[in-house]
């Protein structure tokens, strides 16, 4: 069975700081990953996909993601850091075998201070 | 781009009542509804799945005769809790996939808190 991990429950970081949460997954074949952010009081939102292609995904809000299959890893990183950036963010993953079911991690709640 | 429409967003019921939660895509036909459940501070918990005309896929643990699943078209799923007990109080997610060319995409509802009292 499909397992996403991510290590850290709870981040905390001033602004301009440079974010990276973690992601692993337990599946060996092909995968689609994702993220999703989701503010306070909010629904969940897509920040980046991979499918296939180029390992380095930019998506919205100035956030990028690095899949290293090797590593079994989709680390979710931006630079700079708003006090907005508050929420929680999720990783996902599909694994092709598993049909449609998307499995998510036990996600990372960011606290910017501005 | 795609909207999941979910109702009601919150609703307040009375223990051994029903409930029914409303999914609705609205610009794309959902050929795949999922269903799922966030306790306070954890991850969505995938409850089912549901294709258009046939039976919801439960996952391990979940009772399929107290979350009814209805998907009868390609734009509208319901859950139902049936005979809800205080411990049903949870956030509700749906989320619809729909095949768009090469994108499977997961578009998901705004959610719904259900309090049983």
């Known amino acids: 069975a499909q397992s996403v991990s991510q290590h850290n429950h709870h981040v905390i970081l001033s602004e301009a700081a440079s974010l990276e949460l973690g992601c692993n997954y337990s599946y060996g074949g092909t995968v689609n990953l994702f993220w999703y952010v989701q503010y306070p009081g909010q629904h969940l939102q897509l920040l980046l996909k991979y499918f296939s292609g180029d390992p380095l995904v930019k998506g919205i809000k100035g956030f990028e993601a690095e899949f290293i299959k090797s590593k079994f890893s989709f680390n979710l990183r931006k630079p700079s850091v708003q006090w907005s950036d508050t929420a929680e963010y999720f990783c996902?993953?599909?694994?092709?075998?598993?049909?449609?079911?998307?499995?998510f991690g036990g996600g990372t709640r960011v606290l910017v201070k501005p | 781009g795609a909207v999941v429409s979910q109702h009601p967003s919150r609703v307040i019921c009375k223990s051994g009542t029903s409930v029914k939660i409303e999914c609705r895509s609205l610009?794309?036909?959902?050929?795949?509804m999922f269903w799922y459940r966030q306790f306070p501070k954890q991850s969505l918990m995938l409850m089912a799945t549901s294709n258009e005309g046939s039976k919801a896929t439960y996952e391990q643990g979940v009772e399929k005769d107290k979350f009814l699943i209805n998907h009868a078209s390609l734009t509208l799923s319901t859950l139902t809790v049936t005979s809800a007990h205080p411990e049903d109080s949870s956030f509700y997610i749906c989320s619809a996939r729909g095949d768009r060319g090469g994108d499977y995409g997961y578009t998901f509802g705004s959610g719904t808190r259900l309090t049983v009292v």
């Open positions: 996902a993953v599909n694994a092709k075998a598993a049909g449609n079911k998307l499995t």
């Open positions: 610009d794309f036909q959902a050929t795949t």
